[in-house]
């Protein structure tokens, strides 16, 4: 499988169009959100999951 480098530039309204159409790049989102608090909880939620199933397996096997 061969790049295909594409050598051409872009003119102002295909910069424009991909500048309002990619995600990242609008920054209509907080970064503190996106990239702290919500694998802040992802990680604690599986801290939480993780003490559960010991805690059962002590209940069950001990």
């Not at 989102?29 to 990680?43: A, E, K, N, Y």
């Amino acid at each position: 499988m061969k790049v295909q480098v594409v050598k051409d530039q872009a003119d102002e309204t295909t910069f424009e169009d991909w500048r309002n159409e990619d995600y990242m790049n609008k920054m209509e989102f907080s970064p503190l959100v996106m990239f702290v608090v919500i694998p802040t909880i992802v990680q604690a939620a599986c801290l939480l999951f993780m003490g559960a199933a010991m805690l059962l397996n002590t209940f069950i096997f001990a």
